[in-house]
């Protein structure tokens, strides 16, 4: 396509249409600045003026008259066109067109991860953000377009997993809690009063017990020593218990 | 613990960045990466359509470089005892927006029932009647309505909401605090 074919375009658009500003405009915009390419934006127009009656032209003088307002060409405008549109199928959450569309009962369009991620920050009270209706995962409506080839169920997917929550240090003191955290996991349990606390068993998570010495050694005969006298304190308890 | 903290939590994207590389944990990094995309990318689009918004009274910016900080300023409404006064407003917005609310505070002295004196708001909307609906020009519209239409029945400034009936002193009040600025 080249100037020719336009000039034919703007005689076609000219004697169809029956509408001259279009044709002024471009005219205008093109002597302005020749490298604009209407051309690939006229077939467009023509097909619309073809279908439809010249009542109508009004909507194509719009077409053509943003397009001949814009000095860099007709880009930014189609876009502008394309934003409008796709305003009515935008994610109420993120603002951007909704990917794995669904639908709540009250009519209102989400993505479902943002959706997902909205009723998981309050799980106990699952309202629509839009209408505040009642909502939950099973009352909403999956979205099929044409375009999707696999019907797949986007709640089905694995929802993007909750953000990261950082939460400021607490300004001034560092308490430093109630001991939980700082090392192994602690649990002991026992029976008897104060003398008898030998005899609680001890469970010790993240906390190794401490290496058996080697033979030989004094802290060896040390341990052999100390666990053969608990070892008879032990015995000497149980027959207590029984005689007793 | 340095897998806890989420490395795009109000920082700039270059700093962002730096810390993404010091992370170990690959599925940590992809996950912080996206969610800090899709919060910028919001702010991104709720700043564009600010600023082709034709509304005057209400205005925001982001504070700097950082996306996660904006001052808006609002106007006080019409035939309200703060026609013609400017009040500038803080917002932060934490890495879980629009999930929670951003913290909004307001910058210049503010005397009114339901804003105590270092700027923090009572609004229902900003704690828990938040909606990810709301957006930076929502939440500017209804501080500038509730500024006309203060909640007297539970009020951060008892002064003030004493006095909300008394127009002339409220006003002189209003002003005094207002100029401390």
Known sequence: MGWKSFQKIKNKLQWKVGHVSFVQRVTAAS??????EFWKLAPKT????????????????????SSSRGDGGDKPNTKEEEKKEDNLLECN???????????????????????????????NRQVCPVCKAAISRDKVVPLYGRGSTKQE???????????????????????SGFGFGDGGFHMSFGIGAFPFGFFTSTFNFGEPRPNVSPHGTPQYMEEQFLSK???WLAMLFIAWLLLA | MAQNENPLYEQQPTAAATVL??????????????????VTKRLHKELMFLMT??????????????LFKWIGTISGPQDSVYESLKFKLSFHFPNSYPYTAPVVKFITPCFHPNIDTSGNICLDILKDKWSALYDVRTILLSIQALLGEPNVDSPLNALAAMKWTKKEEYKKLVMSTYNQA
């Open chain 1, 31 to 36: 002597k302005k600045n020749p490298s604009l």
């Open chain 1, 46 to 65: 023509i097909y619309r003026t073809q279908n439809m009656s010249a009542s109508t032209s009004e909507e194509v003088r719009e077409t053509a008259s």
């Open chain 1, 93 to 123: 959450i993120c603002l951007d067109t909704a990917k794995d569309a669904v639908v709540s009962l009250c009519g209102h369009l989400f993505c479902w991860p943002c959706l997902h991620q909205w009723l998981e920050t309050r799980p």
């Open chain 1, 153 to 175: 169920d986007p709640r089905d997917k694995v929802p993007p997993r909750p953000a990261g929550q950082r939460t400021e240090p607490e300004p001034g003191n560092n308490f």
């Open chain 1, 229 to 231: 006298v608990f070892l």
């Open chain 2, 21 to 38: 590389t010091v992370e170990k944990d690959g599925d940590t990094v992809a996950r912080a990466q996206n969610d800090g995309h899709a």
């Open chain 2, 53 to 66: 918004s034709p509304d005057k009274s209400i205005s925001a910016f982001p504070d700097g470089e950082n």
